[in-house]
């Protein structure tokens, strides 16, 4: 199944079923009117959702419209959980060299998980609004899930069976203010602003054979500036699968229905000692960081710069016919004017 | 106005209006269901729940019953945003001290603060099961309170006037899993297990002259296995005021209605070097990491140790003329059996 939420005005949206190719939606406001209603009582209402979305597909409902993606918000406008992992390991390596430190053995086999906070998700097509390019602005395209209730202690083996959905997101990132939170100690707070996520949030059956082992076996395509930044298969290279990173996230705590948890920047480590640029014949990238870190570690210091107002993000992903999965996430990065 | 949250089998439970002494409670689903409800729209549905509220307290309503703190949930079971401070910096440089590191001088000017998990807050009276003491299991005695929306980049001086709620908070931590999560860099996940809430949320008016400069100017009591743990005076010694801590969450997100902002564990300095705890004539402590701090740095290590199964934390908050505010947190530690 897949679904959107459209804007109407309230602050969670209006549920929408969306055809399989994303052209038709149809609302359901006898089975719920939110997609955290959905989640709430996943196995009371899927079964009916699913009738649905049949019909739908096979264009028997009267009622549909044509989906319209710049309608949407992201699937859960707003929402109880996010936790951000970072699984492409990867990535966090090349963090640490670029700046010569080491990255402890440990963080192959413990994953990293930020706390995001999750009261006001961006749209997918929202402007990214900051007050100052001197923070760094940043995108990182990543996959999420949403879970079902999943009890505290689950074991990694067990977790997989709570994954109810799966989604992009772009998590910006404001990467002039990460070393100073950072060195706090407390973690990301202002350097993690609000997130976006693709307009549709799919069931992982969608994914036929490319969803296998907890992880989503396809190119995540990024998009900086209208040139091609990065096409890193997301199955690759990912540490950590999903079900381990939900088992992380329920270790001293239950999981709510509707919890989302993220993979962290998706990055393929491609047979190099540093990967390469889409230009250069590589897979890319997933954030600018990355491609900063592998200037650092080559000519000693970064030439791209971090995004500027005007500039703009499109990250999607799409199936192996060549079709978008989850719509795209299309952002521009513009100054904020308080009211 | 007072608001608590009575268990009724959904997720988010029932809205109860409670007297201002706490003896009687009203539900008023003509006007809200849930306490989010009311924060989606507080300019809409504050003036007549006022209405209610007076007719509570004078004893006018035939449908009022008997309030019952065991009935409670925490005033939103669970929410959009918990975002929690460190604005008692006395308690900081403690921790600081303990471990004979200097604490950076920012830190007085730059609040120190984490991005919480809000999916599945405790109950007031809930127990608190955890796996495993060797995790260090310990309480945290603060005050939150609750925001409408908040814009983007609001100044700390206009910050106040999005202040709707006040609560009580046991931020319950995992002491033993902190110094591996916080070396990882990403900060609290596992180490920050759900926090439970006081069963009654009020609005800034009724603490009277108790709130002042954005604080609450009231002794915090911690009553530990039953006996008297802590009673610092939360107005005293509070770095950064809850306007403050809104500005700082704020700096790069808008707050969505019903975000909590903690304060941090309240401390007193108590004019010595190392506090002195209630036995010794002091007004002691709102955790068990800081005497632990204070044993450190007085004999060279900690005695005390953290909470053993069966142990019990109660948290409360009384006016000038000894009647309780917020109801009370009472909560004992058991071992967690998965189902």
């Not at 959905?165 to 404001?174: A, E, G, I, K, W």
């Not at 900063?292 to 791209?304: H, L």
Request: glycine residues 10%.
């Amino acid at each position: 199944m897949k679904f959107a939420t459209y804007r109407n005005g309230t602050r969670d949206g209006q549920l929408m079923v969306v055809s399989r190719d994303l052209t038709k939606a149809v609302a359901v406001p006898a089975l719920a009117v939110t997609l955290q209603e959905v989640l709430d009582d996943w196995e009371g209402i899927a079964p009916e959702l699913q009738t649905v979305y049949t019909a739908l597909n096979n264009g028997e409902l009267d009622d549909a419209v044509a989906f319209d993606e710049s309608l949407c918000e992201s699937p859960l406008p707003r929402a109880y959980q996010w936790a951000d992992g970072s699984a492409y390991v990867n990535h966090v390596e090349l963090v640490r060299r670029a700046r010569n430190a080491e990255m402890p053995p440990s963080f192959w086999t413990d994953p990293l998980m930020y706390q995001g906070g999750s009261d006001d998700f961006l749209g997918p097509k929202d402007t990214i609004e900051m007050g100052d390019t001197s923070w760094g602005i940043d995108f990182e395209g990543e996959i999420a899930i949403i879970t079902d209730d999943v009890p505290m202690g689950v074991e990694a083996a067990d977790a997989g069976q709570y994954i109810r959905l799966l989604m992009l997101v772009n998590d910006v990132s404001l990467r002039g203010l990460i070393p100073n939170e950072l060195g706090k100690g407390f973690g990301f707070f202002q350097s993690k602003p609000s997130s976006s996520f693709s307009p549709v949030a799919v069931t992982p059956d969608e994914l036929g054979d490319a969803w296998r082992d907890n992880k989503v076996h396809l190119p995540l395509l990024s998009e900086y500036n209208g040139e091609a930044f990065g096409k890193p298969n997301a199955g690759e290279d990912m540490t950590f699968d999903f079900a381990q990173l939900v088992a992380h996230a329920a270790k001293t705590r239950h999981l709510s229905a509707g919890a989302i948890i993220g993979s962290g920047t998706v990055s393929n480590k491609q047979g190099t000692d540093h990967g390469s640029a889409i230009a250069e014949g590589g897979v890319g990238y997933s954030c600018i960081a990355e491609v900063r870190m592998i200037e650092t570690i080559r000519d000693g210091k970064p030439t791209t710069g971090f995004m500027q107002f005007g500039d703009t993000i499109k990250i999607e992903m799409k199936d192996n016919d060549g079709a978008s999965i989850f719509g795209s996430i299309e952002q521009k990065v513009l100054q904020y004017q308080a009211d």
